[in-house]
């Protein structure tokens, strides 16, 4: 299934087809000039979604926001970020992704510098929730131009630098955020995105060309919006929720049970409408679907067993944020080697073995890292850590290729959707079913370690309090306490808290496990060559 596409650089320009493309004059249109540009305003969103935890304790002590307050500056944004992504991926295909991505950019980078200039916890995390909203534009409008721009023997290519970015930002947001916050302050993190915004939009004005498939929607499906939307809505809060409420609260599967229900009444609406926001059609491809179930299982595997090694650095190994950054390096700097070589591998493979290979590696990797103790050097861990990145680079490009490549170009954009939403949702369920196995081994271990060690008994509710505690690697020593007495609990409290993640990580090599079988039933983008012809490299 291939459809046309139509250039259009302002009023009075003539369409044109692939078939006989007018090669760009100068840097419009330019394919590798257009990935700079988007891959700056992904760079943005990206860097953001890691690099305001370092920033989180600075604006609870300047803004005496209280730690619930303080959760909801990163909750707020996921959850207008994972709502939004395929809306917003189908309002780039409706109204064009160039138009799409200027206004994610500049709304992106104004909510990023009215939250320098809040004076309350509640403006920031107002304006956190229009930072996810324009971010949900931005992403899907960059794969949509990608997609469009390049031909096909160089679009995984394309991928590979723009899955490159995103690992490389995301990865080296707690370095950067720690710099900022300890030598400038917790403004300076969200300040830093307004020149980068500016850079984006004016490389995006200059060079970015609008492509637009003839056979584009034309009608929005406000009630499929309206149910999806809800949907996701319940989903993402039944996962926010699910640690302080627990799996086994009657409120947590409440908005499970909605949320099954809202993607029930929208996949039998999405049967019904003439332009649907989502036509179930495009499951029939088992290639997309199965790329879109393995980016939810990488997601998984990757965000929800990284969530812990974070704790471990800081609160086990009792390094800086910045030093816990450094660490992390051998693992972005597989993720910045290998994409761009994962393209080009890809390519000339097709997606299959890489994927497979990929998550074979991801799973050894989670394994690895199951193994890490309270004494395990920098080399061993460095070692995971690049093992990680290695396996990860061919399954951020694969995966992506395989959904947008194998949806048709008029619905580009919801295809970049799913992708961004499913890493998001991967990455929430992630976080709460590894931190709930978490939560119930460090339960289960501690009571038995705390009095093996011959420690004094908890009553239940200092039991509970300790076990919060030790859930993210923190020792639960009292103030006051002889030195052996502290030493002796923080033994047991790091100790436990590795049995919990050595359990969690177990969890996460067996989901990457299952990915490589789910690998094997992905191929190449069937319609990738749809937006290839317009433009040269």
């Known amino acids: 299934m291939t459809s046309q596409t139509v250039e259009s650089t302002g009023p009075g320009d003539k369409a044109s087809a692939p078939s006989d493309p007018a090669p760009p004059e100068g840097l419009r249109g330019h394919p590798w000039f257009t990935l700079i540009t988007v891959a700056v305003g992904v760079m943005m969103v990206a860097l953001d979604g890691t690099i305001v935890a370092i920033a989180n304790p600075a604006i609870q002590k300047d803004l005496h926001a209280s730690f619930a307050d303080v959760q909801w500056i990163t909750n707020g944004y996921f959850l207008a970020l994972a709502v939004s992504l395929i809306t917003a991926g189908k309002l780039g295909d409706r109204f064009g992704h160039r138009q799409t991505f200027l206004v994610g950019v500049t709304g992106f980078a104004a909510a990023s510098g009215a939250i320098g200039l809040s004076h309350s916890i509640a403006m920031v995390v107002t304006f956190r929730v229009f930072q996810g909203l324009f971010g949900a534009l931005l992403m899907p409008a960059a794969l949509g131009l990608l ?7 160089k679009l995984n290519m394309a991928i590979g630098i723009w899955g490159m970015v995103i690992g490389a930002s995301t990865a080296g947001g707690p370095i950067l955020g720690g710099v900022l916050v300890e030598h400038v302050n917790w403004q300076s993190v969200f300040f830093i995105n307004v020149p980068v915004g500016a850079l984006a939009l004016i490389l995006g004005l200059v060079i970015l060309l609008d492509h637009r498939a003839e056979n584009a929607p034309r009608s929005f499906d406000i009630p499929g919006i309206v149910l999806l939307s809800g949907a996701m809505f319940c989903l993402v809060w039944a996962l926010i929720k699910a640690p302080s409420w627990g799996w086994g609260d009657g409120r947590t599967w409440a908005f499970i049970a909605a949320s099954v ?4 009444l929208f996949a039998f609406w999405e049967t019904k409408v003439k ?8 499951f029939r491809s088992v290639p997309l679907s199965a790329g879109v179930v393995l980016m939810v299982l990488m997601a998984i595997a990757f965000m929800g067993g990284l969530f812990f090694v974070t704790f471990y650095l800081q609160n086990v190994h009792g390094m800086s944020p910045i030093d816990a950054g450094l660490h992390l390096l051998p693992l972005t700097g597989m993720m910045i080697v290998g994409s761009p070589l994962a393209g080009a591998l890809i390519t000339k493979l097709g997606p299959r073995v ?10 050894v990797a989670m394994y690895g890292m199951s193994t890490l103790e309270t004494d395990t050097g920098s080399a061993t861990m460095s070692l995971w850590f690049a093992l990680l990145g290695l396996g990860l680079a061919p399954v951020m490009v694969g995966a992506t290729e395989v959904i947008v490549g194998n949806a048709p170009m008029e619905l580009s954009g919801v295809a970049g959707g799913l992708q961004q939403a499913a890493m998001q949702i991967g990455g929430s369920l992630g976080t709460a079913v590894l931190g709930a196995v978490m939560a119930s081994k460090v339960d289960n271990d501690l009571a038995g370690n705390w009095k093996d060690a011959g420690l004094p008994p908890l ?11 030790v859930q993210v690697g923190v020792a639960p020593v009292p103030k006051g306490v002889p030195e052996a007495v502290a030493a002796k609990i923080t033994s047991v409290a790091h100790d436990t808290f590795i049995s919990g993640m050595s359990l969690a990580s177990l969890v996460a090599a067996g989901v990457a496990a299952v990915a490589v079988l789910v690998a094997l039933l992905t191929k190449r983008g069937q319609n990738a060559e749809a937006g290839a012809g317009v433009g040269h490299i």
């Open 147 to 153: 997609r469009a721009t390049f031909p096909a023997e």
């Open 261 to 264: 229900l809202g993607f029930a």
């Open 275 to 282: 332009e649907p926001l989502i036509p179930l059609g495009l």
């Open 354 to 363: 890489p994927l497979a290979g990929g998550m074979l590696v991801t799973a």
């Open 459 to 469: 009553t239940a509710a200092q039991t509970d309090q300790a076990s919060e505690a």
